[in-house]
């Protein structure tokens, strides 16, 4: 799999949160979503296409490949697992949201699983 920057990840995480939202993704979904200009979610779907991470259908709809997939559950639950960490230490929701945004990118996977499964224990008390 070819390796993605932090704006490729936040691309396909939003394609997936679009489309647990129900809708059918399109580039202007993105646009309005990230509140982005046009040329520039134009040429990252044209990146993450050609990296193998989306499909683009005639009518411009957007899927994502297994691949794409995969990288977009995995930035998804990073933001999930590190926005409820930081509300639980005391964080406001909003000031959360934003550093999780920073540090689901940053974190190493062996660091992010170890701070889960301590989470998980830390909870479970």
Not at 8 to 13: A, K, R, S
Not at 61 to 72: E, N, S
Not at 81 to 92: A, H, K, Q, Y
């Amino acid at each position: 799999m070819p390796k993605l920057y932090e704006s490729g990840e936040n691309y396909l995480e939003t394609i997936l949160i679009l489309r647990n939202r129900g809708a059918e993704v399109r580039s202007i979904d993105i646009v309005r979503e990230m509140e982005l200009s046009k040329p520039s979610v134009s040429r990252a779907v044209g990146i993450l296409r050609d990296g193998g991470f989306i499909t683009v259908d005639e009518n411009g709809y957007i899927t994502l490949t297994p691949d794409g997939l995969a990288v977009a559950e995995q930035i998804y639950e990073r933001h999930e697992v590190l926005t409820d960490w930081l509300i639980g230490l005391g964080v406001n929701r909003e000031t959360a949201e934003q550093d999780a945004c920073k540090l689901e990118h940053a974190i190493s996977a062996e660091s992010f699983e170890k701070l889960k499964a301590h989470i998980r224990e830390e909870h479970h008390k």
